[in-house]
């Protein structure tokens, strides 16, 4: 898979035929090579697994799951229950660097670092974090604060699927 823009710098999964199992490219910044890697099968990948699962519990080197043992799921908080919980009651919307402000407050284990960031680059962190979980900032003009900048609105913050 190539990434945006690879393309444009001449990098073309399509040339690439169909026969040529296990061939790829390795973009490399703005070149990129042709490599080939050990073209596996379905049926070959479960055989190697069956044999290194054979292998593992032998030598007695696996725990958990994989030796049927119950483990119980562990109830994980993402950012977006952070930025939750620290959200002020009634507030429409509000700056990145204040969230950050409030989330180092609240959890600095995780978020104090941010402080130590200048505003652009901790708005940058908080929008990073955010990224993966399908949140984006926007740009934001809040005139009881501190003008134009990014931030997010509470409407846009997703409702954790374990609520009611």
Not at 77 to 105: C, F, K, N, Q, Y
Not at 159 to 164: E, F, I, L, R
Request: aromatic content about 4%; proline content about 4%; hydrophobic content about 40%.
């Amino acid at each position: 898979m190539l990434g945006t823009g690879a393309y444009d710098r001449g990098l073309r999964a399509t040339d690439i035929s169909v026969d040529e199992q296990g061939t790829g490219i390795l973009a490399r910044g703005r070149e990129g090579i042709t490599v080939r890697a050990a073209f596996i099968k379905q049926t070959e990948a479960e055989d190697i697994a069956k044999r290194a699962l054979a292998l593992r519990t032998a030598a007695g080197t696996l725990s958990g799951q994989s030796i049927g043992a119950q483990v119980e799921e562990l109830d994980v908080e993402t950012i977006v229950d952070h930025v939750r919980a620290i959200w002020p009651d009634g507030v429409e919307a509000v700056h990145s660097h204040r969230l950050v402000e409030a989330l180092a407050r609240f959890r600095p284990d995780l978020y104090k670092p941010w402080l130590e960031m200048d505003a652009a680059g901790s708005s940058t962190a908080l929008s990073a974090a955010l990224k993966p979980l399908k949140v984006s900032t926007r740009q934001l003009t809040i005139r009881e604060c501190c003008g134009g900048a990014k931030g997010l609105r509470w409407a846009d913050i997703p409702v954790p699927k374990n609520s009611d």
